[in-house]
Nanobody, 118 residues
Framework: EERLVESGGDQVQPGGSLRLSCAAS????????MSWIRQAPGKAFEWVST???????IYTDSAKGRFSISRDNDENIVYLQLNNLKIEDTGVYFC????????????RGQGTQVNVSS
């Protein structure tokens, strides 16, 4: 069974940092595009970042220069480093396998909550 389990969310002050983790099982992350998506309170899901099977990375504009996606192939874990967090980064962050569009099927975990507040 393929599964994703996120962790690392917490409450932080603006300007703070967090590292989110996504432990994958049932498949090899390096053979798939792995993404992070998020949902702010009362808002639609938003794609944040993707690391491709080849290791290339892309980010939504609001994440460029602040967030960094990476993976540990030996541990089968995907990370999202969040730096210089802003209040508008608050939301539930989900890890996703083979995400291309919210209108196409993809596997995601249960999410981890990030709260940015002073």
């Amino acid at each position: 069974e393929e599964r994703l389990v996120e962790s690392g969310g917490d409450q932080v002050q603006p300007g703070g940092s967090l590292r989110l983790s996504c432990a994958a099982s049932g498949f090899v992350i390096s053979e798939h595009g792995m993404s992070w998506i998020r949902q702010a309170p009362g808002k639609a899901f938003e794609w944040v970042s993707t690391i491709g099977a080849g290791g290339g990375t892309i980010y939504t504009d609001s994440a460029k220069g602040r967030f960094s996606i990476s993976r540990d192939n030996d541990e089968n874990i995907v990370y999202l480093q969040l730096n210089n967090l802003k209040i508008e980064d608050t939301g539930v962050y989900f890890c996703a396998k083979d995400f291309t569009s919210f209108y196409r099927p993809y596997l995601r975990g249960q999410g981890t909550q990030v709260n940015v507040s002073s």
